[in-house]
């Protein structure tokens, strides 16, 4: 029959004292394994006492809670930048912009990788931003920044660290780069210079407001000449045939009479992509028109303007025409609806609801259910 268990035996203290030097020590067992830690303190009956009247008890409660297991779990735990940046990355994995991501993330590696993710202070970050700063817009030095708090999140999830330093980091207004539309004596001018593939790009873009990315992911295929529609179903991004910019994006727009010879050259001159490279492939990125572009901007003596802006160009000239409404326009060029080119864009029309026919009655319109014969045109200024 076995013995009784005492009651000395059941009370017996999770943690023990002991001398080592003139230093005491506290010995007790956390996740079943045992551990020593010193308190610093010498050994005397004064220390003796606090140590058993205040230290031990709070050690008891930390090893009971199990609070004293989980801080050591912490301090075990890997605290490798690296390690946690392709955990968040790993998160992101089914963005389509995951190689551009990626691409980010190493430049906020290169910054922090020397440093264990635990020691990394807000200071620090306010210094990465305020170095960042001096050569990127506000607007890309918050990708970074949300970058890297994504990164100490995924710490934060693991326990390895227990609050976020680049949380709440404040920086300048972003005010973004104005809006310089060509004219249209500007428009013909570039394409007057231009010549070959080049010239035919150009045009897309002028007179359909396509994204760069977009035009250099068509297909021949893409192109209705019976129609006289474009299929924009496609991006080129970093060397990838990938979906646009957003769903809205995919969307059938017109070939105006103006651009019809353009893209009939075009046709003649690829076969699969529309805008073939030299191995009559699709070309990498719209980056690589920065050089044919660059080299037009210097022979035209125009003020430079980035490629973009032959998008902005063609969205305010169709906005000053008058011979579409907003919503149709926002259609052509893949915007979700009206509000965001109004938002972006009404600037460049101001004074031209003074242009509206003087003749207009707006109480002699036909009621909203029936359409109405003849669209009421802007008159031309």
């Known amino acids: 029959m076995n013995a009784p268990v005492s009651r000395d035996t059941e009370r017996k203290p999770m943690v023990s004292i002991f001398k080592r030097g003139n230093k005491l020590y506290l010995q007790f067992i956390v996740a079943g394994k045992k551990r020593q830690k010193s308190t610093g303190l010498e050994d005397t009956p004064a220390n003796r006492r606090m140590v058993r009247t205040k230290i031990i008890p709070k050690l008891q409660a930390k090893i009971a809670s199990g609070e004293l297991e989980a801080e050591m779990a912490a301090k075990a735990m890997t605290k490798d930048f690296v390690h946690y940046a392709k955990s968040y990355l790993l998160t992101k994995e089914n963005l389509k912009t995951y190689t551009e991501l990626s691409n980010q993330v190493d430049k906020v590696v290169a910054a922090f990788k020397d440093r264990p993710i635990d020691k990394i202070t807000r200071a620090d970050v306010k210094e990465w931003v305020a170095i960042m700063l001096r050569t990127k817009t506000p607007k890309t030095v918050r990708k970074y920044i949300n970058i890297l708090g994504g990164i100490m999140v995924a710490a934060i999830d693991a326990g390895a660290i227990k609050d976020n330093p680049a949380k709440e980091i404040r920086l300048p207004t972003h005010y973004a780069r104005e809006k310089k539309p060509f004219s249209a004596d500007e428009v013909a001018h570039l394409l007057d210079i231009a010549d ?58 017109p070939i105006f009479e103006a651009l019809e010879p ?117 008159a031309k200024g």
């Open 262 to 378: 353009y893209i009939m050259d075009q046709m003649e001159r690829s076969n699969g992509p529309l805008f073939p490279n030299q191995r009559g492939e699709h070309f990498w990125d719209a980056k690589k028109m920065h050089p044919f572009w660059h080299n037009l901007m210097k022979r035209s003596g125009l003020p430079y303007r980035d490629m973009y802006n032959t998008r902005h160009t063609f969205i305010t000239a169709m906005l000053k025409s008058g011979y579409v409404s907003v919503l149709e326009l926002a259609q052509i060029v893949g915007h979700k609806n009206s509000t965001e080119i109004m938002q972006n864009y009404a600037r460049f029309i101001e004074g031209e609801h003074l242009k509206i026919s003087k003749k207009l009655d707006p109480f002699a319109c036909k009621s909203a259910d029936s359409k109405a014969e003849k669209p009421t045109r802007w």
């Open 196 to 253: 070959g593939w080049f010239r035919n790009l150009l045009a897309l873009l002028f007179y359909t407001g396509m994204r760069p990315g977009e035009a250099l992911a068509l297909y021949r295929g893409d192109v209705n000449l019976f129609a006289k529609t474009i299929s924009v179903s496609k991006n080129m991004k970093r060397g990838i045939v990938t979906t646009p910019k957003t769903r809205y994006s995919i969307r059938v727009v």
